[in-house]
């Protein structure tokens, strides 16, 4: 009995590991699919459905971040610290920003309307810094 379960267990934390240390590596704050071209280059055998499961149990877990910004589909990150991200509204990359924690707003908005506030979300949008310098570019032609 015991050896037919270890088998698959050293399998799945094989793939863990690849998907840990892509996204420990990487801060491209890639999307399911995304992750699974990268998973697939060290392990070419591997489908979706288990980077999917993968991604939820290491967010799970706490190993990763899920991220639920408001274009829709959900991205993974490798950093775990509480930091906030901006969403690049002309070709959709999403960056670190590296603000303090807000705390002070959860501290302000306690309370109101008698709700009891445990945390905040909060999502930058604008141009990342290679968009920045296309459109200054276009604004001014030299
Ligand atoms: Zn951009
Ligand atoms: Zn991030």
Same mark, same amino acid.
Do not use: A, W
């Given at each position: 009995m015991k050896v037919i379960e270890e088998k698959p267990r050293i399998r799945i934390t094989r793939? *863990?590991?690849?998907i840990l240390e892509g996204?420990? /590596? +990487?801060? +491209?704050? !890639?999307t399911a699919g995304e992750v699974y071209d990268m998973v697939r280059q060290e392990l070419p055998r591997v489908s979706l459905g288990t980077v999917y499961r993968n991604l939820d149990t290491l967010s799970r877990d706490g190993h990763i971040l899920k991220l639920d910004l408001d274009e829709g589909q959900k991205r993974f990150d490798?950093?775990?610290d509480h930091h906030? =991200? @901006? *969403?690049c @509204? +002309? #070709?959709g990359r999403v %960056?670190?920003?590296? %603000?303090? !924690?807000?705390?002070?707003?959860?501290?302000?908005a306690n309370?109101?309307? /008698? #709700? @009891?506030?445990?945390? =905040?979300? @909060?999502?930058?949008?604008g141009l990342c810094p290679q968009c920045r310098r296309d459109e200054e570019s276009?604004?001014? !032609? /030299?």
């Open positions: 793939q *863990r590991k690849v996204l420990k /590596n +990487s801060t +491209s704050h !890639p490798g950093r775990i906030y =991200h @901006l *969403r @509204l +002309s #070709c %960056l670190d920003i590296n %603000l303090d !924690p807000q705390t002070d707003i959860v501290k302000k309370g109101m309307n /008698n #709700c @009891l506030i445990t945390g =905040h979300k @909060l999502e930058f949008t276009i604004k001014q !032609p /030299n």
